[in-house]
């Protein structure tokens, strides 16, 4: 294998005894749209569990690892609703081996959810952050999304927020709560004004676009998630780039705030908040585990004929914010261009369908088969298909694909970190060159060994997937080996110490 | 009349003796693409002059009345061709009654002149810093974008720095150079190489993005712009955002700079550069005159009788970031909402044609008059058009207007400065409301007195036209009294002045 086990637990055994005295005098809550577990009601009325999926629970499911704590949640289906009614004002234990993880699930109305998720999160804040608007003609900011605001942003998160208070009201001391990413912008605030000595941090899992594009968004809500985020002790973020947006934001936005870009403070309504970035990883340990899983191995021997040429990897949601129609071009144009790949390298897709109920999704997706279709009608022959598309939810299948790549193609428009780039990093077994957008999270830590890419270049992701290709392999080892390096150093475990620490010496 | 004479005054006669100062030991040459005159050749053969268009030159061209100084341009015409090939290695004396101004023409094949020009500057560039790309979907950075960029941008910027060195070899000292525009940013450094003792200022009219923006384009391309960018001893910009932004992508993309936020300053290559904003304004002692002169009175009756109302009034370019198309769909809301408007109010709209070439322009366009036909043929009655849309490039008939408007609508979605705001509040005798865009650089100065929009906040914008129209007289005469005020003490004196002054601390 190729992670090394001894940093890790090393690692380990610090967060360990990092986490204990931690938890000494505070308990620890956490906060996020998503929770760790989501219950389902059977046939019969009996109700079960599953884990809960998407980038930000698997992130964090490895906190309960270290420390015990309350995780609260958006009730998401009947049976998270039959589980909060049960346990009333209690927290509950979750139902999974790990017996220091307990569960609190926000309920809200359902129309009032589907504003804040459907109307005001997901295509407008998600949209903004990822710089994804066309911004002569969308977004439109209409008297809907002002009620998804009104009814629906801030109900859920004061009802967050009163979840929080609920779980702190039964504990010795102000608690630390951990409030994640942003659907949740303004529970600090609304914490902090009941609990002033809570130790509070937000992080956010996406990027932070500078004052320029927040001005899309109204003054007044503006105003609200930035004086409510500041109320926060620590806020988190992916990258200096962020920190250095976040802060010029607060300068422009928040009236009467002291913005100090050295010490990366902000001093408001005489409070201090700290603006750091922990980039998020994966979890190195438990990835080297599954990558050498009976079930991936199953699905390695399945791929392995399409793995006797040199390949393309990438592994994305079809989402358009990762750019998956500028790479296929590229591929189109290094066809076209070198005849003596014909037959000889191949692109593999594994595509994961995303949203499809939003039609600029559907779209995107419609879009990409159809240039799949059109590459390999023009391109491909009896022997060879120049594109495969895999498109379906398969993490293990995409593991086991990313571990025989010669060439990782991750190019995102712009992506709050992106652990595709790390995770092939860690299980890629054949020196598999990455080429990598250089508006990537990642990009900070991984870039001095990646081939890097601006978003927009087709032409710079030609040449960068021609040079992958033919990179000698001594070049291609030294790079490949100082990214496992890296990606097994700085993993999740790093993320977790490293907020850990900085909560530490708050309290 | 509006303006305040003895502050316009008092600020000539500083600038006149600030001008004399810095001109004592160095001569001044100004870069930018347009020129003050362009020469045409008539049916006869023989050369004509005309006053050169657009803002970069209305603003310069107040400088000739302070300091004598060479104003080096492209040749964009045969006449200018012409005037270039019989001045040789010399400068000419412009033909205008001014006589301190002397031009000097930049001759390149046009086709290199038309890559730099009309495929990297004004599609990508411009694009790019008023956020105006579909990100997941353009720019598409081709081939033919690295041969306009090799082929066209630098062949032209060196050739404007050529231009620059031939000037400068006559002179006894090093001169002030001072550079305009995205069109020349690779002329600070290409001089500094050759002329270590000129003193550069770079000065950009749009905005400046943060470096995600950025990092759309290649990075070889951005590692030479913000490198030749550096070498100017003064970097000028618009506002405190754009400073933010430009020292946030030196820190970015220049390894090696050491940025200091507090200071504004960039340390590299052994050199330092000031970072600054001087907003960009109007010559009010000159629209002043021009507002009373007869031919702006005689637009006045003609346009009297659509002014017998209230009235809402816009005067821009047909150009997608002027948010045309959302203006007008706030305005349609509002007569939807409040009947009591219906013959009320009417729209006056002042559109001036632009870059009608461009695909992407022309169909803006033509939604502009699809929309405003929409809104009449659902809302106009017998008596009362609800918009008029003139269709031209009038400058006094706009300025004309522009004295009885009730109400100013600037809702651009991203402006550099936008002088139409100032240009309204100097002239408007009604007392009117300006309701204005957070995201134009002229907010910074005046949104202090504006009901304020966010450009995508079309609910919004129905609430500001709304409040703006039934606004008390008393508050409308406060605001405007106090946005004339600011305009006439910052006017386009003040930014030479503060200019001049920064430069004349490091001769």
Known sequence: MTSEP???????????????????????????????????????????????????????????????????????????????????????????????????????????????????????????????????????????????????????????????????????????????????????????????????????????????????????????????????????????RDVRNFLHCCEAFIEGAEVDYRRSTVWYDGHLTHVKHYPISIDAQGLTALAASEEVQRYEEALAPLFEGRTIVRVDRSEPSKNILRGFRAYELLLQRYPEFHGQVTFLAFIVPSRTEINLYQTYTDEIFELVDEINDEYGTADWQPIHLFFENNYEQAIAAMRHYDVLLVNAVIDGMNLVAKEGALVNTRNGVLVLSEAAGAFEQLGEYALPVAPADIEGTVRALHAALIMPEADRRRRAQALRRRVSQEDITTWLETQFRDLLTLA
Not at 13 to 34: D, F, G, K, P
Not at 96 to 107: A, I, M, N, P
Not at 114 to 136: A, D, G, I, K
Not at 152 to 172: D, H, I
Request: aromatic content about 12%; glycine content about 6%; some cysteine.
């Open 6 to 240: 001894s940093t890790i637990a090393g690692s380990d055994a610090q967060l360990r005894t990092l986490a204990e005295e931690l938890l000494a005098e505070r308990e620890l809550i956490i906060a996020s749209n998503r929770g760790p577990v989501e219950f389902t009601i059977g046939a019969d009325g009996t109700l079960s569990a599953q884990r809960g999926s998407g980038g930000v629970v698997t992130a964090l499911s490895a906190v309960s690892r270290f420390v015990e704590l309350t995780w609260i949640a958006a009730a998401m289906t009947d049976g998270d609703r039959r589980v909060a009614a049960e346990a009333g004002t209690e927290r509950v234990k979750a139902p999974t081996t790990d017996d220091r993880l307990y569960l609190r699930f926000v309920v809200t109305p359902r129309n009032v959810y589907q504003r804040y998720y459907n109307v005001f999160c997901n295509p407008l804040l998600w949209f903004l952050q990822h710089y994804m608007w066309n911004t002569p003609r969308t977004p439109n900011i209409s008297r809907a999304i002002y009620e998804a605001w009104e009814g629906g942003y801030v109900p859920v998160n004061r009802a967050f927020a009163e979840a929080v208070l609920q779980e702190a009201a039964g504990q010795q001391a102000p608690p630390y709560v951990m409030v994640h990413d942003y659907h949740l912008y303004l529970v600090p605030g609304e914490v902090r004004r009941q609990l002033p000595e809570a130790i509070i941090q937000h992080f956010t899992h996406i990027p932070w676009p500078d004052p320029r594009y927040w001005e899309l968004l109204p003054r007044f809500m503006r105003h609200a998630i930035y004086t409510n985020l500041v109320a926060a002790d620590v806020i988190g973020l992916q990258t200096m």
